[in-house]
């Protein structure tokens, strides 16, 4: 159930951000095709209405930023100022931790409520009722949007469901902590999908591998397969540039006595 809820969140922020940029792209390249004069096309084109693709960017982006502030809860990557906390022992750090994540919890858990119950009073008890074809009574019907005519508790729908979401990504967090004593942690330099290559032991991580600087003889450089007799080669090379290094000092050690 866990991982079917997080698949779905990680989908519906996919998609809205990947739909949200490709009709903005469409909109700004028609806007500007409809002003070139070419015979056909831009008759064409004039014809398209896209005077909708603001408000409908406006209200995924509003969607997206909800879920996806559910998702950094789960894994961390929201920005927290924990310079004071980690200052404290194990135990005082623990609870701070636990009292901050709780208050997170009951925040969200409100701003969940109260905008469950706007949306209720905005519109949605009068399509629930039409729909299930109970009389409606004085309910109150709702405004839509400018552009789209869409119903607003629809748009409005983002709060309680992204608040929700975020209320229980904050519980669970609490409940690993608790047990584990762990926070997610996210790293912004890995990419998912990309396994991290370890480099091997005897690897000169800041060898430059150009014209410009002198090859180490006995690293390889990163991404460099050498043969065993192109180590033991480079080893005995190593050597022989030390026994010529030690001469050179010999050499003018009895040069300045003289």
Not at 18 to 30: D, E, P, Q, R, Y
Not at 160 to 178: I, K, T, Y
Not at 208 to 220: A, F, R, S
Request: contains cysteine; charged residues 20%; negative net charge.
């Amino acid at each position: 159930m866990n991982k079917a809820l997080n698949h779905l969140e990680e989908l519906l922020v996919t998609f809205l951000m990947g739909a949200a940029t490709l009709i903005i792209f469409v909109s700004v390249m028609h806007r500007y095709m409809a002003g070139v004069d070419i015979p056909g096309l831009q008759d064409w084109l004039l014809t398209l209405n896209f005077g909708w693709a603001q408000e409908l960017c406006i209200i995924m982006f509003v969607w997206m930023a909800k879920f996806g502030a559910a998702y950094g809860v789960r894994t961390g990557i929201h920005v927290g100022v924990d310079v004071l906390i980690n200052r404290l022992d194990d135990s005082k750090r623990g609870k701070a931790i636990v009292f901050g994540l709780l208050s997170g919890a009951l925040f969200t858990g409100i701003v969940a409520t109260l905008g469950a119950h706007f949306v209720w009073e905005n519109g949605a008890h009068y399509a629930i009722f039409q729909f299930l074809g109970i009389d409606t009574g004085d309910n109150y019907e709702g405004p839509t949007t400018p552009d789209l005519e869409w119903p607003t508790w629809m748009v409005y729908s983002a709060i309680p469901l992204g608040s929700s979401l975020m209320c229980f990504r904050f519980l669970q967090v609490c409940v690993g902590f608790v047990r584990t004593g762990e926070l997610p942690h996210h790293d912004h330099g890995h990419v998912e999908g990309l396994e991290e290559e370890k480099p091997p032991v005897d690897v000169n991580l800041y060898g430059m591998d150009d014209n410009l600087h002198m090859h180490d003889l006995k690293h390889p450089m990163i991404g460099e397969r050498r043969t065993g007799e192109d180590r033991r080669q480079g080893e005995a090379n190593t050597q022989e540039n030390e026994r010529r290094a030690v001469e050179r000092r010999t050499n003018d050690d009895k040069g300045g006595q003289q």
